[in-house]
């Protein structure tokens, strides 16, 4: 059995797909059993949902703090799109 600290590593990666059928047996069958990782999972979803709404939202006013931090999102959403 996974521990919590490897789950949260496995999911917090793109790269659980291309492991071992086994490895994602385990791991789901931990998320099954761990209130705590699926909550974070859940929260992890979340804001991965939140940073594309904010990258395809309108530009506010150039200079502003809510511009720095959308051409932000927008270079990182850049940089891991496959």
Request: aromatic share 4%; proline share 6%; hydrophobic share 45%.
């Amino acid at each position: 059995m996974l521990r919590c600290r490897d789950v949260v590593q496995w999911i917090g990666t793109d790269a659980l797909p291309g492991v071992p059928w086994r490895t994602r047996l385990a791991v789901r069958l931990h998320l099954a059993m761990c209130v705590h990782c699926r909550a974070y999972a859940r929260a992890l979803r979340q804001l991965a949902r939140s940073a594309r709404a904010l990258v395809r939202m309108e530009s506010p006013a150039p200079g502003g703090a809510e511009s720095q931090i959308i051409q932000e999102v927008r270079r990182a959403a850049e940089r891991w799109r496959p």
